[in-house]
């Protein structure tokens, strides 16, 4: 039965499984490419303070309706990974449930808030703060809809009681997407 | 059920309840209600520390209660930390030729136009926006191209 299972939820050389280490790995590699997206705009927002004026232009209401959604979906990851570590398999589904729920309430809202902008003709080409703000929001977004993908699958396992361990390394992903979002808030909404 | 649905195959067992999940989200939408609210008291050290300060409090706060990040081994803080020490890195090397515009012995003279003519151009739309009632049409892109 143990030989069935994959290497990556039986072996632990480092002291952390390693499934849940290659979700850290995961998550550092991202650290560089946000980490890389959010200094350089920083770096440009300080050469350039006519961005302030751009910066105007962005929604504050979606933008704090937003990270309302992702608090609360990080709310409902951690007690799917609280339930899983109990063994309720069918609750952690659920809570996952809930959670892409709030992925998609995410990307509703983001819709409308770009729609709007293109509407009035703030596209990613018409300045270099605009092409921060959609390139950073576009591969946030993107990595809402990857976690969305991932916890729909383990959702289902879950459901069916396999594979509980996975609902904590698809939270400790779920956590990272808030806290990028947590910086990008006041970068993107507020410091205007 | 197998070992590998057990906590402890995937993960520490935390020892705390929904309740204290819920009290943590709610401490974090607090702070999300100030980090807004700051702002709106008009000085720049108050949205400072009321915007990017608060930012840091609700990372850690995601990291510690919500990723568990505290229990985690060393080997996971090394990983993390070396790679936001190249951001760091990258910052330290780029942004003297990013922040500013000019330097003993160089200027980019496309940089500073652009910046003296997206200014000019925001402010324009600004006396637009005065002459039409709040706005009532709507502000051309202030920037042109970077």
């Known amino acids: ?192 | 059920m197998s070992d590998t649905n057990h906590a402890a195959a995937g993960g520490a067992a935390h020892g705390h309840d929904e309740k204290y999940y819920i009290k943590i989200w709610g401490i974090l939408c607090v702070l999300l209600v100030v980090s807004i609210l700051g702002p709106e008291l008009g000085n720049f050290y108050v949205m400072l520390v009321t915007a990017f300060g608060i930012a840091f409090v609700k990372a850690y706060l995601v990291a510690k209660h919500f990723m568990h990040l505290d229990t985690e081994k060393p080997v996971v803080w090394y990983m993390l930390t070396c790679c936001l020490a190249f951001m760091v890195l990258f910052f330290a090397a780029v942004s003297p030729d990013v922040m500013n515009h000019e330097g003993r012995r160089w200027v980019n003279v496309s940089a500073i136009r652009e910046t003296e003519r997206a200014l000019e151009a925001a402010k324009a739309a600004g006396q637009h926006e005065g002459s039409t009632e709040h706005g009532g049409g709507e502000a051309a892109p202030a920037g042109g191209g970077h």
Request: charged share 10%; hydrophobic share 50%.
């Open chain 1, 1 to 192: 039965m143990a030989s069935s299972k994959p290497i990556a939820t039986t072996r632990s050389a480092t002291g952390v499984p390693t499934g849940r280490l290659a979700v850290w790995w995961l998550i550092a590699s991202e650290i560089v490419i946000f980490g890389g997206v959010l200094v350089s705009y920083l770096m440009h927002r300080v050469g350039h303070p006519e961005w302030a004026y751009q910066a105007e232009h962005t929604s504050l209401l979606a933008g704090s309706i937003n990270t309302f959604i992702l608090l609360t979906s990080s709310l409902f990851a951690v007690l799917a990974h609280h339930a899983a570590e109990h063994g309720d398999g069918k609750k952690a589904a659920k809570l996952l449930g809930l959670t892409i729920g709030g992925g998609f309430l995410f990307l509703i809202v983001k819709s409308i808030e770009w729609a709007n902008e293109i509407m009035h003709g703030y596209t990613i080409t018409s300045s270099g703060f605009w092409a921060f703000y959609f390139t950073a929001a576009g591969i946030h977004g993107s990595h809402v809809i990857a976690g969305m993908i991932i916890m729909g699958f383990i959702a289902k396992d879950c459901w069916h009681g396999r594979e509980l361990q996975r609902v904590e390394y698809a939270g400790i992903y779920w956590h990272f997407v808030d806290l990028v979002w947590i910086f990008l808030f006041p970068l993107l909404y507020i410091a205007s």
